[in-house]
């Protein structure tokens, strides 16, 4: 759903906004194996509490903004 936001989102080059998001993904789960495993070496309260943190403004994010992720629904007549 989201790389077919991206793609919507950069209507003139899809194939680009496909491989940024791509890469983009990538990235974000390098960057959160490597701060799982540094949260990981101060504990694991550590790391779940960072994992709260982050679940919380994920969640707050998504309600200040509930309709971030519509779509355009187009009629069928």
């Known amino acids: ?33 490597f701060a799982g495993g540094l949260f990981y070496e101060h504990g694991v309260l550590a790391m779940f509490a960072a994992s709260a943190t982050l679940i919380g403004a994920g969640a707050a994010g998504m309600t200040f903004d509930r309709r971030l992720f519509d779509f355009p629904v187009s009629d069928p007549q």
């Open 1 to 33: 759903m989201l790389q077919a936001a991206a793609m919507r989102a950069g209507a003139d080059d899809p194939d680009g906004a496909s491989g940024l998001y791509m890469a983009a993904f990538q990235v974000g789960i390098m960057a959160g194996s």
